[in-house]
Nanobody, 123 residues
Framework: QVQLVESGGGLVRAGGSLRLSCVAS????????MGWFRQAPGKEREFVAG???????THADSVKGRFTISRDNAKNTVYLQMNSLKPEDTAVYYC?????????????????WGQGTQVTVSS
């Protein structure tokens, strides 16, 4: 049974920072790519960032230069460092485990999901 548990969400003012964490269990973490997605009220879930099994990363244009995904395979953990947060970053953020070694940008390329953590950015 694969489990992904996110933490680190909260309320922050615009311009502030948060770091999300996601701890994985039930699968050989280091073999698979991981990703972060988000879903704002009334909108579809969207890709935020992904990281390959070896650490290569990709970020959505909307967060490039502000967010950074990273992973620690020894701790079975993936992180999302979010800086210069904007009100439009407000969403529920989901961690996901891919079914391949390279990160895709669509939700269908991920087969396990966390429960989500709320990020709210006030103006």
């Amino acid at each position: 049974q694969v489990q992904l548990v996110e933490s680190g969400g909260g309320l922050v003012r615009a311009g502030g920072s948060l770091r999300l964490s996601c701890v994985a269990s039930g699968r050989t973490f280091s073999r698979y790519a991981m990703g972060w997605f988000r879903q704002a009220p009334g909108k579809e879930r969207e890709f935020v960032a992904g990281i390959s099994w070896s650490g290569g990363s990709t970020h959505a244009d909307s967060v490039k230069g502000r967010f950074t995904i990273s992973r620690d395979n020894a701790k079975n953990t993936v992180y999302l460092q979010m800086n210069s947060l904007k009100p439009e970053d407000t969403a529920v953020y989901y961690c996901a485990s891919s079914n391949s070694r390279t990160p895709g940008m669509t939700s269908t390329q991920y087969d396990y999901w966390g429960q989500g953590t709320q990020v709210t950015v006030s103006s």
